[in-house]
């Protein structure tokens, strides 16, 4: 059980194109999802943290109006880089958790998706 | 604020020996405690967590870890490592309403034959 899908795997795009990327709870119900980037031999940055139905939560420095999140549904939340630049080029992880008022304490993560800007 | 650390950046240890990583968190109130593993460019795979009840607990793969409340540590063990074992690993502590995770910077397992 508590597994969770991500969508591309990796993605290579021109600069300046959009990118959308996909994470699904598939046997649970996420009440919240969590988008992370995480740059080479360094640990995951928290970019957002959305709930669903609701506007995601950025962190600082994080601009939401380049990444745009989506959590329309219990089981799926959207990342879309708009107007990629080479500099957006990392691996993006998703995670996904249940109600904590429920007991559901525990983040359960995506594969990743690597994004390479051109 | 909250903190987690990982004071070893690599580990090396041999096939069959005894490996423990370290963790040290920094949390004002009762912590829920979390290890992963990470693969080369995959995810992370929850080996084990801790939130309340007997303070060692037992995960995933072989993977334990003992909560020491006196040591602010949540050291994960094995007693006897695998070369599937190679990974990097994470320590990770909740914090904020909002639950989310704080990490560590990691530790990266090399096993030798």
């Known amino acids: 059980g508590a597994v969770v899908s991500q969508h591309p795997s990796w993605v290579i795009c021109k600069s300046g194109t959009s990118v959308k990327i996909e994470c699904r709870s598939l046997?649970?119900?996420?009440?919240?999802m969590f988008w992370y980037r995480q740059f080479p031999k360094q640990s995951l940055m928290l970019m957002a943290t959305?709930?669903?139905?609701?506007?995601?939560?950025?962190e600082q420095g994080v601009e939401k109006d380049k990444f745009l999140i989506n959590h329309a549904s219990l089981t799926l939340s959207t990342l879309t880089v708009t107007s990629a630049h080479p500099e957006d080029s990392s691996f993006y992880i998703c995670?996904?958790?249940?109600?904590?008022?429920?007991?559901?304490?525990?983040?359960?993560f995506g594969p990743g998706t690597r994004l390479l800007v051109l | 604020a909250q903190s987690v650390t990982q004071p070893d950046i690599h580990i090396t240890v041999s096939e069959g020996a005894s490996l423990e990583l370290r963790c040290n968190y920094s949390y004002g109130a009762t912590p829920y405690l979390f290890w992963y593993v990470q693969s080369p460019g995959q995810g992370l795979q929850l080996l084990l967590k801790?939130?309340?009840?007997?303070?060692l607990v037992q995960g995933i793969k072989g993977f334990e870890a003992e909560f020491k409340r006196s040591q602010s540590s949540f050291n994960l063990r094995k007693p006897s490592v695998h070369w599937s074992d190679a990974a990097e690993y994470f320590c990770a502590v909740t914090s904020g309403s909002a639950r989310q995770l704080t990490f560590g910077s990691g530790t990266q397992l090399t096993v030798l034959p």
């Open positions: 046997d649970f119900q996420a009440t919240t």
């Open positions: 995670s996904a958790r249940g109600n904590p008022l429920e007991g559901q304490e525990t983040q359960y």
């Open positions: 801790y939130f309340s009840g007997d303070t």
């Open positions: 959305s709930n669903e139905g609701s506007k995601a939560t950025y």
